[in-house]
């Protein structure tokens, strides 16, 4: 759920900056937006997405596991502007090299 909620806002993004040619804000400085993404269990949250970070040549996303629920101890994952995927296996909240990926073996 929470990856493919990801790539959606992943796509919004990429259309904000062709349509702006940044990514924090429009070009009449009103600042970004992520969409609601379209998760099929409506009204039942396991993530939490947010933008990270952003700036005008670019943004993390990240989904962040809601603590009441079975995933909560799953860590973190990300994506960037790149492309670059990342999954805080180990919930210690830093990315290390080998979990740049969403997969259990990278």
């Not at 919004?12 to 600042?31: I, P």
């Amino acid at each position: 759920l929470a990856q493919g909620d990801l790539m959606f806002i992943t796509q919004h993004m990429e259309r904000f900056y062709s349509a702006n040619l940044r990514y924090d804000q429009t070009r009449d400085g009103v600042t970004v937006q992520l969409p609601v993404a379209g998760s099929p269990n409506k009204g039942t949250r396991y993530y939490n997405l947010s933008l990270e970070t952003v700036s005008p040549g670019g943004y993390t996303l990240r989904a962040t596991p809601v603590g009441t629920r079975s995933q909560a101890n799953d860590g973190f994952i990300e994506i960037d502007h790149t492309g670059r995927k990342a999954w805080d296996r180990d919930n210690s909240g830093e990315i290390t090299d080998s979990e740049q990926c969403w997969a259990k073996q990278c």
